[in-house]
């Protein structure tokens, strides 16, 4: 299918989502979630600003040459050029021409008093801001969309320079015009009728951008489509400013289910559950339990008085097939769908625990019950691996047996300074453990304790198990369960080490940071050894 | 204005809103919310099912001697008398008779096959239990509404029998039958056209209740609103099971601010903000800060490009007058920022930087720079405080120097077991600080490394300065940055500390998450010193 073609699902989680409060990516977190958006299968994927900040820039620069998209073009959003100035000549402009991006989303004020008190220019020069700016990007080959800023307030405020706006840049050559209720303060049945407006009054080709302030951003965006419009943007768990914009997963999925439209190419919305958890991860945003089609609660039942009802015919409890997003129908008090799942993941990592329905029903609960802990198997398949051979051996794998460790963090010795800013701290691991017959005391150094007691505990394996050296940590993600304890709090470490080949994912929980971490890091040797050895 | 009138705005909060997962309140937390309804000034509050457990039964109890609602009317929710028995003589109807509500809402089937499935019996059966069930009530002087579930599923399975039931009860004396979007499938323009045939059909009173699935449940309300229904469901902060139900005050916020209908008493739209977050405390689920017109993101604004003209109208950038549900308008300090919306916080604050162009300039650079190495200030306002009386005041607020700190994390000596699972970690800090011409040296244990900072740098400070003792660490978060680094990675640090009376958050960045979490503790307590001394 076209996904450049009569209808587009473009997104902007990594331009508008990263408004959001306490989102800050690195280059690195944006080319990553650029590429699930792109297993998503979405049309367009608006990378951000270049030449509005350096990372942006950056994000540009290596998009080129890191990013392999299957599916996706990349849009690079901008604003026209300023007043008064050619757009040859603006280095905004300049920068937008000059990123590669086969497409340019340029943001142009639509709102009268916007242009006159945020531009500080007159409405002819913004229309020759618009025409000029279009048109020279144009000439360059590249297609523009162009975001009208303000739109649904600057028509109510004054319909026919508004409309003059749009009629601007399609004139120019603009492909689309989103409407953007940049403020959020619409509703379903304004949207209708404003982009049934638009479209007959300029016959140009309508998109729609929803904030979701009035709790409808979904329904909006629906609404426009029903009008005509045939280009939706949103972004992934509807990240963004103030409440967020339109959840594309949920505006996607009831298009595709529920209005009989495909927009993504066939079996790509089945990743939407995995793709919406993936981008969390790399946000560090925890997903929302309740987010609709693809939070863990979105088909949780509390089983009981339908109980017998759900096995006749599951259909009477649910709206759709939750395999159709990708989830999974949850029986809250139930381990029935727990067994099986378990048997599903033993299989897959080569346990056969069909035969042995009580052994897959004590790991079952042995999951749970440690999942009731903090311990979180979904990403971290290497303890998984770890826990599944302890239940099925009878012991847990181990190369090695620790003695005791110590960390020390300190302050280096200098006269203290104004405002409790003391001297650097550094750090120093002290690992004693016994393997192959041999007790080994090892000291690390490192620039946090983790680091730290990274560099002892491989140090000390290594002098039994020399393949140890290629092992590489390469992530480390710290995520604080149950807030609002303070320092108390239950912290979870995952760990994500290399040898060069493969990688592998392990878990650790406790109240204390290092401690936890210290079990992810031991978690991740072991297994290391455990391919190596097998 | 009669709230049990023309108009009703219906909360289910305690009832449908508690089979979220997680959600399992005491009577007496029940007894809080329902208060906190009355502020809120709905006209009904469904309390639970008295009869079903032992908990909503006292809840009821208890209610009609400790609840003094203003404004709301109790509903006690139960369901129609079982197949074969009199009303009078089924013991769960007897318990709705007995429960001491005015009103009480009956859910009944409305779909044939969840009548055959799920009750088991005949569809005729089901019409007379409803009828049975309504006169029942009626007769001991009880307003009844029904709750007909699953109806937009039975209206599409068999048109006819949903219907009927609907006519049947009303027949019977209900005053609303309320449609039900069980399994929350729904779009707005379906809804609105079930509706609109529903009354046309029947001639009574339509409901509206909704489930959030498709991430439109505020538009599925309103849309019914729209064709005609007069009386809405729905629960504070859109608790409910799976995706949770219609958000309540978003409907309700909709309603009158968009739409220009009253529903709640005069001024009480004000208190939405507080009452919102006044439940999560008592659900103990934090509040969702992009929540639509009560979250606390929902009127914070992030990007510079558009402080200077915010300064000039800020309804130009807002949907509207945030005051008008409680909620208050704030600006983000992000590495977006510009001079206007440095001066502007610098205001919020009460730093008037705007007859200091270079001063605020010079603060712009250093936030820039600061936020560049992975400082964040929006979330951490008090750090920002403290940048900014450096900046202003040409020197840090200090009340202590110090001199070292270290801190000692180790496994308590035992045998070491197998698998590397060493025993417990204990954690011990040692802090030296000058404070009021003395010298400070104080030692601190806890459950984790920061833990234990914490306890040593209070308790050293504390002999000093002894409010101290009053501050508590509440919230403890910590982002890796730049994840692909390994524990190399740089990590920030957000403490949230509270006096008892207020709340602030601060901010550390560095290598070592341990010296990160040492300078947010340090400003944590250099900022309370200096509100305090203030």
Redesign the interface.
């Known amino acids: 299918m076209d996904l450049q073609g009569a209808f587009h699902v473009y997104d902007t989680t990594l331009r508008d989502g990263m408004?959001?409060?306490?989102l800050?990516p690195?280059v690195?977190?944006k080319l990553a979630i650029a590429r699930q958006l792109d297993e998503l299968g979405v049309g367009f994927i608006e990378g951000g600003w270049p030449g509005a900040?350096p990372k942006d820039t950056e994000f540009f620069r290596r998009a080129a040459t890191e990013l392999d998209l299957k599916h996706a073009k990349l849009a690079a959003f901008g604003a026209t050029r300023r007043a008064g100035v050619r757009a040859a000549d603006d280095p905004l402009v300049a920068a937008l021409r000059d990123s590669g991006a086969p497409v340019v989303t340029l943001v142009a004020k639509s709102?009268d008093?916007?242009v006159e008190?945020?531009l500080r220019t007159t409405l002819e020069e913004n229309l020759a801001m618009v025409r000029d700016t279009v048109s020279h990007l144009r000439e360059n080959g590249q297609t523009v969309f162009l975001d009208a800023e303000?739109f649904f307030d600057g028509y109510r405020a004054n319909r026919a320079y508004a409309l003059e706006v749009l009629r601007t840049a399609f004139e120019a050559g603009a492909e689309v015009a989103a409407l953007c209720d940049t403020?959020?303060?619409m509703?379903?049945?304004w949207v209708s009728d404003v982009v049934l407006d638009v479209q007959t009054s300029t016959g140009g080709r309508v998109g729609i951008h929803c904030h979701?302030?009035?709790?409808?951003a979904?329904?909006?965006t629906?609404?426009a489509v029903?009008a005509g419009a045939t280009h939706v943007q949103g972004t992934i768990n509807?990240y963004?400013?103030?409440?967020?914009n339109a959840?594309l997963i949920?505006?996607v999925?009831?298009l595709e289910l529920?209005?009989d439209r495909r927009v993504l190419p066939q079996g790509l919305l089945r990743e939407a559950t995995r793709i919406a958890h993936g981008i969390a991860e790399?946000t560090?945003v925890p997903p929302?339990?309740?987010?609709?089609?693809v939070?863990s609660?979105?088909?949780?039942?509390?089983a009981g008085l339908?109980a017998?009802?759900i096995k006749?015919?599951p259909m009477?409890?649910?709206?759709?097939d939750p395999m159709g997003v990708g989830n999974d129908m949850r029986l809250?008090v139930s381990d029935m769908a727990g067994r099986a799942s378990i048997e599903l993941k033993g299989k897959e990592l080569g346990f056969d625990l069909s035969e042995d329905k009580e052994l897959a029903t004590a790991i079952t609960h042995r999951v749970k019950e440690l999942e009731s802990q903090g311990f979180s198997f979904e990403a971290a398949d290497a303890s998984f691996e770890l826990l599944l051979a302890?239940m099925v051996e009878g012991?847990?794998?181990?190369f090695?047996?620790?003695?005791?460790?110590?960390?020390?963090?300190?302050?280096v010795?200098q006269?203290?300074?104004?405002?409790?800013?003391?001297?650097?701290?550094v750090?120093e691991a002290i690992v004693k453990?016994?393997a192959q017959g041999e007790r080994f005391v090892l000291v690390g150094e490192?620039?946090?304790?983790?680091?730290a007691l990274?560099h002892a505990l491989r140090q000390a394996i290594g002098r039994a198990y020399p393949e140890v050296a290629k092992f590489?940590?390469?992530?480390?993600?710290?995520?604080?369960l149950d807030?609002?304890?303070?320092?108390?709090?239950i912290?979870r470490v995952l760990?994500?080490t290399t040898d060069g080949a493969i990688s592998w994912v392990t878990v650790g929980v406790g109240?204390?940071?290092?401690?936890a971490s210290?079990?992810a890091l031991?978690?991740s040797?072991?297994y290391g050894l455990r391919k190596h050895q097998a």
């Open positions: 408004q959001q409060e306490g800050n690195t690195a977190d900040n709102h008093r916007h008190l945020a303000h403020n959020g303060g509703l379903p049945a979701n302030d009035t709790g409808t979904v329904a909006n629906l609404a029903d509807g963004g400013e103030r409440t967020g959840d949920s505006v999925a009831n529920k209005l790399v560090n929302a339990s309740r987010q609709p089609y939070g609660s979105a088909f949780a039942h509390k339908h017998s009802a006749v015919d009477l409890y649910q709206h759709m809250l302890e012991e847990r794998p181990a090695f047996e620790i003695e005791s460790w110590r960390v020390v963090t300190e302050t010795p006269t203290g300074t104004a405002g409790g800013r003391a001297g650097e701290a750090c453990l016994h490192g620039n946090g304790p983790v680091n990274d590489e940590l390469i992530d480390f993600k710290v995520r604080i807030q609002g304890h303070g320092t108390d709090a912290t760990i994500e109240a204390n940071i290092i401690e210290w079990q031991v978690d040797v072991t």
